[in-house]
């Protein structure tokens, strides 16, 4: 299926993905901590659950320890929908669950609201994942999005420093 | 008094400051001429160049004696950034989902059992079905 919207129109991140298995075996791979923990987490992390309360302002909490160092990860659930409909809002968390900033950046938002719908057909699962920061209206995300396509379209002389920046960053 | 974070994303949730950011974006403009801009007292708009500067988002030079703010498009960037990062970090994700999924239902379909838990059966009052595996 085609997955281009119009620009204007799209939220902040949008990936659909198709699973070769029936929606409720996907659907609770997100609602059984003990599924949550196999799949779950920074790429080749394993992390431990502390806490899953599956339901609409329940909340999931899990470490993940890398090099040492242990991050917490939250979901705060909003609608649930069984096996078609999830929503949740992740950020970073202390030991205690309370919010914090990303620790590898200032400028990943605080908070994240994440959209998953869940269709099957013929047996297989096409999950559809919409996410923006929870603080950016509509209009603040139209914003970056005309101020990332300006930048693609480069004014004359920014564009070169923009390009400039990049390869200091890469 | 609480601490006053800026960040980014509370510089551009206000229409204002996003208004500034497009004009400066194209041309650096001297604080005067972006203010001419607006139907409002400029100190008001000096106050949004400054919470906007202390966010990263425009730099202000002065040149005589003038100051010129500039647009700064690095922190610009890094608010589009955080999407490309997290797009990766749910594409990730759902490349091990993906394994998970292969993984239980080859262990469904070895042991001879279909899909015991969405079944539907009579209510078991006494036993409890704890999946010992």
């Not at chain 1, 799209?10 to 609770?28: C, S």
């Not at chain 2, 403009?29 to 500067?53: E, G």
């Not at chain 2, 990766?88 to 070895?110: E, P």
Request: charged share 25%; net charge positive.
């Amino acid at each position: 299926m085609e997955s281009k919207h119009p620009t204007s129109e799209a939220p902040e991140l949008l990936i659909t993905r198709v699973f070769d298995a029936p929606k409720q075996l996907v659907f609770n791979a997100f609602a059984e901590a003990e599924a949550l923990s196999q799949w779950w987490g920074p790429p080749g992390v394993p992390i431990t659950v502390v806490q899953l309360d599956f339901r609409p302002k329940g909340s999931f909490l899990y470490k993940a320890t890398m090099q040492g160092q242990t991050a917490h990860g939250k979901f705060v659930y909003g609608q649930i929908s069984k096996y078609d409909l999830l929503e949740f809002t992740s950020s970073f968390s202390d030991e205690a669950g309370r919010t914090i900033r990303a620790p590898f950046s200032q400028q990943f938002p605080l908070e994240i609201f994440n959209r998953l719908e869940f269709s099957e057909l013929n047996g297989k699962t096409t999950i559809t994942m919409k996410g923006y920061p929870v603080n950016a209206s509509e209009a603040e995300t139209q914003f970056y999005t005309a101020m990332k396509n300006g930048m693609q379209q480069g004014f004359a002389g920014t564009f070169a420093q923009l390009d400039h920046y990049l390869s200091k960053l890469l | 008094m609480m601490e006053a974070r800026r960040d980014v994303f509370q510089a551009i949730a206000d229409p204002t400051r996003r208004e500034i950011i497009n004009l400066v974006s194209q041309e650096s403009m001297n604080l005067n001429a972006i203010a001419d801009r607006f139907d409002m007292t400029r100190q008001a708009v000096s106050l949004h160049i400054k919470i906007l500067q202390e966010c990263g988002l425009i730099m202000i030079n002065q040149q005589g004696r003038e100051r010129f703010c500039e647009a700064k498009l690095t922190q610009l960037k890094e608010i589009s950034d955080w999407v490309d990062q997290y797009r990766q970090f749910w594409q990730q994700n759902f490349d091990s989902l993906d394994k998970y999924l292969q993984k239980i239902q080859s262990t469904n379909k070895s042991t001879g059992k279909p899909t015991k838990k969405s079944t539907t059966q009579s209510p078991n009052k006494s036993k409890r079905n704890k999946n010992g595996k």
